[in-house]
């Protein structure tokens, strides 16, 4: 993460894997905007911890519009908590965005 370098995570809101860890570099002004969540999204900047990878991904998906919300759900559901019935979902709303 190298936007804290142009001030860009001292305008935005954002996360980390940790405050203290952005606290600890010299140009980081932003702990007013820190949200401890592992998946933050202000505008157009997407930020994540390690742990928050799979939000990250679908935050990026939603912004880009890649799919419907529909099979976005589905899709973060399934690999959120690995049922089955969320795989089921995914593939109707695959099988719903081409017709």
Not at 20 to 28: R, V
Not at 35 to 40: F, P, R, W
Request: net charge negative.
């Amino acid at each position: 993460m190298w936007g804290y370098i142009e001030g860009i995570l001292n305008r935005y809101q954002h996360t980390s894997n940790a405050l203290f860890y952005l606290q600890s570099i010299d140009t980081y002004r932003g702990s007013s905007y820190y949200i401890d969540k592992v998946s933050v999204q202000d505008q157009n900047l997407i930020t994540a911890s390690f742990a928050g990878s799979l939000l990250w991904a679908k935050y990026i998906m939603e912004n880009l519009k890649l799919y419907s919300e529909q099979t976005l759900d589905a899709w973060y559901r399934y690999f959120s908590t690995g049922q089955v019935e969320y795989f089921e979902k995914l593939i109707a709303s695959f099988n719903e965005e081409i017709h």
